[in-house]
């Protein structure tokens, strides 16, 4: 039997922030409830997807020792903790139901049938051994909803397209998105960034280690987690396989919750050998904002491709688009300095405006060939756009 107090309006605090990991709609019915366990005077809420779990740690009264108990889904707890309001209520689970009690003597009472055991956090129990030293990862709310526009959650087709990678090296972090059409990978200098608990059983040969260990992080999953504003990078622990080059688990702690994410298992493309080093072509763009309002005037004359061209020369560069079936199109040139051969390469437009947006300042775009991928480069990240291949 579980017995304790609790303000009611934390616990619902605590519960809302939580169902936002909980859609509701699982396919397996114990990832719709959530775990309590009562240890001394801390109460321990947890829920998960299999692919990450959270925990939220409360303080309550006249509590029972080392209990767990299971119920069913947040919408009851919710509802009827709302209704409370804020005030000390005592919650007893006994048997399938959970009874919430007041002061004024109003008895609520909520049904569950899990059992508790079988809720399913072992999978991300770790031995302390394996548990690296706190890192400090580049990625905030900023970067997660930069990146964001990069991953492609709704047409998932590999793991990696909706996936927010890191490769952290001794000296720094690479953080890089892929869709399989656009690219963004930058490369964070940070301090003591090495991963202790990879290198304890090299200690003698630490300098001959030079690959990354990899991180792949579910974007959505972060993107609950870090949003807004939120300029701060995260201290995380790292947890590792065995081969002590790909992360397990990734715990952090923000605003009283504990997140540990599981690091998908997967092998990424080698994203570093796709990106061009040899594009001669250069065409520089003075107004990022102002090239962004062209190419969406552009796609309103395009076709459902969404298809934009630019046709480069020394003398002049041209923005084009046409749909056939409507019978329209659209042409600008534009005042801007191209250097290299002739050429026209095509590219989704809404891609390029993404890309153009993330950089305010004078770019390069660097071309090659038509069917090569254009690059852009700033500070320390690197940009990159597949083209539309001519019918």
Known sequence: MINFSINAFELYTAVYNLSKFNSGKSAIPILDDFLFEVTGNSLRVTCTDLVSYVTAELYVTESNTDIKASFIGPKALLKTLKIIGKQIVTIEH???????????????????EIDPNEFPIQEFSADTDECAEAIVLPINGDIVKMYGLFTRPKELIRLYQSSLMLHVWQDRVDVTSCDGNRLITTKHDIENPVIQGRFNQHKEHKEHIDAPVKIMLSHKDLSKVLWGKDSDSITADIVLDARQKIAKLVRFTRNGYTYTFRSFDCKPPNFTAVIPLSNDKRLRIENPAEFITTIKKALISSSLMGGVDLMCSTTKVVLTSEDIDLGTEFGKELPYRYEGDD??????????????GVQNDPIDMELSTPTRAMVMRFNNTTLLLMPLMKQ
């Open 94 to 112: 006994n048997d399938k139901c959970m009874y919430i009690k007041t002061k004024d003597g109003e008895v609520h009472k909520i049904l569950t």
């Open 343 to 356: 050429i026209e390469i095509g590219f989704n437009g809404k891609y390029l405006a993404i890309l153009m």
